[in-house]
């Protein structure tokens, strides 16, 4: 497996820090610690890419990379028990909430969902969130070794009857930062968008 070039553009707190770069984008959303460092350290084979911590809320602006000179990778703060005070979680909720609503070359979210927990309100949110801003997202279910089959299974039929009825899920989709599971499925889901935005551009 080909361990990817990527290089960190910048850390943003605001809307005039997102970078003007003409490239497709694939942001990575999900609750605190639900293991979006460890997706995108897996994604790329980077054992650095994104810092891992134990710590709820490590990241706290929308984190930029480059990878390969071909897609834009945009790590969000994590939502929902990060110890940090109300203003900074009313602050990123700005941000994120902005950027999901204005970013122009933004092709694809994935948005992560811990397998081990029943729905979450805070993350069916976020879904709503995205539907009323038309933006295509892939649910992906992590740390799906540390669960059955059954559990894994279960867990997607569940979101599948409560997200039948929305119109821009793309894919349900198991993932394993341990086992890499689901990693090749995921790159071919981001070639596959990045051709979709470069057929768009040539029209």
């Known amino acids: 497996m080909k361990v990817f070039n990527a290089e960190f553009l910048v850390s943003a707190k605001s809307l005039e820090h997102f970078p003007k770069i003409d490239l497709p984008e694939y942001s990575f959303a999900g609750r605190s610690n639900v293991g979006k460092s460890s997706l995108l350290n ?46 900074e979680r009313e602050a990123w909720k700005t941000l994120c909430t902005s950027y999901f609503q204005i970013r122009e070359n933004l092709v694809l979210v994935f948005l992560l969902v811990d397998v081990r927990l029943e729905p979450q309100k805070i993350d069916l949110a976020q879904i709503e969130l995205l539907e009323n ?40 989709l198991p993932f394993s930062s341990v086992t890499k599971r689901g990693r090749e499925e995921l790159l ?13 551009k040539e029209a």
Do not use: H
């Not at 071919?188 to 768009?200: L, V």
């Open 133 to 172: 801003f038309r933006r295509d997202y892939v649910i992906v279910f992590t740390k799906s070794d540390k669960v059955s089959e059954d559990i894994v299974k279960k867990r997607i039929k569940t979101f599948e009857f409560l997200l039948q009825y929305c119109n821009f899920l793309v894919e349900l």
């Open 42 to 87: 897996t994604l790329t084979l980077r054992k650095n890419l994104a810092f891992v911590s134990s710590k709820p809320g490590k990241t706290q602006q929308i984190n930029f990379y480059n990878i390969e000179g071909k897609y834009i990778f945009a790590d969000m703060p994590g939502y929902g028990f990060a110890s940090v005070s109300k203003q």
């Open 188 to 200: 071919g889901i981001i070639r596959k968008f990045a051709e979709r935005w470069k057929t768009n």
